[in-house]
């Protein structure tokens, strides 16, 4: 992993209001893990699913541009298409980062979404997991981060 990658990462968890795209109803998924870890951490955290009003209790928004405050960061973690119309709210907000969630396979990924991203000066994060970052670390994460080379 380049050293820009790690200067995105930790410029990305300094900033203090995130948004997590892709939570769902369906319980145990990764964007739900995410979520839930950057709320546990102290950060003002948004859930993003057009499909649904609240997730677990929390408030869900249809999109970027309908959350009450603007997120200084975002995290999607639903599959690449998803990734790819999201991208353009996400350059509409003028959000400044983004970070594709990508653990085992693809996860969110898409080059597509990545290189619009960087056309339109938007840092995006390709690869890893949020959750190897945000304190506390979990083992399997701390593993990953390791396998990783982080």
Known sequence: MNMLQL???????????I?????SRKGDIPANAIFNKFKAAGYETYA??????EVAGEKCYASIGLLP???EAVVLAGPPSVTEKVVADC????IPIVWMHRGIGRGSFSEKAAEVCKANGIKVITNGCPMMFVSPVDPF??????FKKY
């Open 69 to 71: 405050t603007k997120p």
């Open 7 to 17: 200067e995105y990462i930790a410029e990305f968890l300094n900033k203090k209001i």
């Open 48 to 53: 993003v699913n057009p499909n649904t009003d």
């Open 19 to 23: 948004s997590v795209v892709g939570v």
């Open 141 to 146: 994460h701390r593993i990953y981060k390791w």
């Open 91 to 94: 350059i509409t907000a003028k």
